[in-house]
């Protein structure tokens, strides 16, 4: 087998970001294969790509099941891409798209960046969001009302939960197994809680139970689709296209780091950047 290599996506220079598999080969391994080689490796994502003429065949797998879209692992391709053919632009089909990656050498990191599918967002429905209040309990005054319930695409679909208080982002907690029911029932791959730090900087932590992970450190799909969220909701500074960052794993010991820039129109594709590290 093609050498498996491995990298935390989205680091915080030399240290932090989220680990994903990586499995470059001449040709995909079976689906079976697949899913076996991402569950003995356990990282929320492993990615696997073969050439298809100029571009690459993609496929991500967690450690239960497949899912069509993952942004750190992405990354992590970018970069080992990058160390086999070169700092470039790599076209990348998915199992339901198609996006690109671009990858350039920065010291001894990688940094890439992905332009994600499309993005969508409307409010959750009453019950999704009361359920969700109660799973990381919540009540309704913890919510900042500039940022409604929302359901958020940006290759998969995510649920936002937007806090005031930093204080309640730090404290978040679930039961795993209720979380995961409640994940799969919504068809959500995460269920997303930010705070907004001025109108360009977000603190994020990610629940992962839907593919069998408590807390993802950094999460580039959850952050394109908070990209096309916030354009829909006309957020200020991203009206006319603009960048905004986030910070994921500060409560894990992961640090994390992503920068989010969008084009201000709705249903537009979001580029997000980040570094990635050898393990």
Request: proline residues 6%.
């Amino acid at each position: 087998m093609t050498q498996i290599t491995e990298f935390a996506a989205f680091s915080d220079g030399p240290t932090g970001g989220n680990p994903a598999g990586v499995l470059v080969a001449p040709v995909l391994l079976p689906r079976g294969e697949m899913q076996s080689t991402a569950r003995r490796l356990g990282h929320s994502e492993t990615v696997f790509a073969a050439p298809d003429g100029e571009g690459w065949t993609v496929r991500y797998f967690a450690p239960e099941a497949e899912v069509a879209f993952c942004g750190h692992a992405t990354i992590a391709l970018g970069a080992r891409l990058g160390e086999l053919h070169g700092p470039g632009t790599y076209a990348l089909s998915l199992r339901d798209g198609a996006i690109t990656v671009e990858t350039r050498a920065e010291g001894d990191l990688w940094a890439a960046t992905l332009v994600s599918p499309p993005t969508r967002s409307a409010p959750l429905e009453a019950g999704e969001t009361k359920a969700l209040l109660d799973l990381f309990a919540l009540a309704a005054d913890d919510l900042d009302p500039r940022i409604p319930p929302s359901r958020a695409h940006g290759g998969v679909d995510h649920a936002v939960l937007a806090l005031r208080d930093c204080a309640r982002l730090a404290a978040m907690a679930y039961d795993f197994a209720a979380g995961r029911d409640l994940m799969r029932r919504m068809d959500v791959v995460t269920v997303s809680l930010i705070r907004a730090d001025g109108p360009a900087r977000f603190d994020a932590r990610n629940a992962f139970a839907a593919g069998s992970v408590v807390e993802d450190p950094a999460t580039g799909a959850a952050a394109a689709a908070l990209g096309g969220l916030l354009v829909d909701l006309g957020w200020p500074g991203l009206v006319e296209g603009g960048t905004f960052d986030v910070a994921q794993g500060e409560d894990m010991g992961m640090p994390s780091r992503l920068r989010v820039e969008v084009t201000g129109t709705s249903g537009a594709s979001v580029r997000v950047s980040g570094t990635a590290r050898r393990l």
